[in-house]
């Protein structure tokens, strides 16, 4: 930034100066918003059965997510996900809770309200997905990153041979297992 002549200098400074303030405001939010809810919590934590060095990897990965997530309700599903975590050691399990992390911070808002939704639609055909304002080829990349990610399964039950209708809109989808670990470990309300 510093390069634009004239206005470089004034720009990096507000720029960084604004960027760091947001990121520790955004952890210190996280973290208060975070010992509220453990507090009104119905059981108590204890980390005696977790492994420390995982958990501090999970943790500082848990911090550069938070930090740089502009989105309050992706910091929620982060709460969520560092609750679990808590609440549930991380054992063998290490390589699965760092995908879960790296997928809700990469996941977009219409990733997380479709899987939500397909897990209480099960069998749902992809074509009658419909949200207001959002382009039906949305909806099908969106449910297409859900399948890569191993979240969602679609089979194709039924193919159109004529028209201009895509045969993507007749794939039945639901969510995966693997999904629904994924769902009430981060995304549950």
Avoid: W
């Amino acid at each position: 930034m510093q390069l634009i002549p004239y206005v470089g200098g004034s720009l990096a400074t507000i720029y960084f100066g604004s960027k760091q303030e947001r990121r520790f405001a955004r952890l210190e939010s996280f973290y208060s918003e975070l010992a509220d809810e453990i507090r009104n919590a119905p059981k108590q934590l204890s980390l005696s059965s977790q492994d420390p060095a995982a958990l501090e990897a999970i943790i500082e990965l848990i911090h550069e997510k938070v930090e740089a997530e502009p989105l309050e309700e992706k910091r929620k599903y982060l709460r969520n996900y560092y609750k679990s975590t808590l609440e549930s050691p991380i054992g063998t399990n290490f390589d699965e809770r760092k995908h879960f992390l790296e997928a809700i911070a990469q996941m977009s808002l219409l990733e997380c309200e479709l899987l939500g939704y397909v897990k209480d639609n099960p069998d749902l055909l992809l074509g009658e997905i419909q949200r207001p304002g959002i382009e039906q080829y949305a909806i099908v990349g969106a449910v297409g990153t859900l399948k890569l990610r191993g979240f969602v399964i679609g089979k194709q039950d039924v193919f159109n041979s004529g028209g201009t209708t895509d045969n993507a809109l007749f794939e039945k989808i639901s969510i995966s297992a693997f999904g629904s670990s994924f769902y009430e470990f981060c995304l549950r309300t």
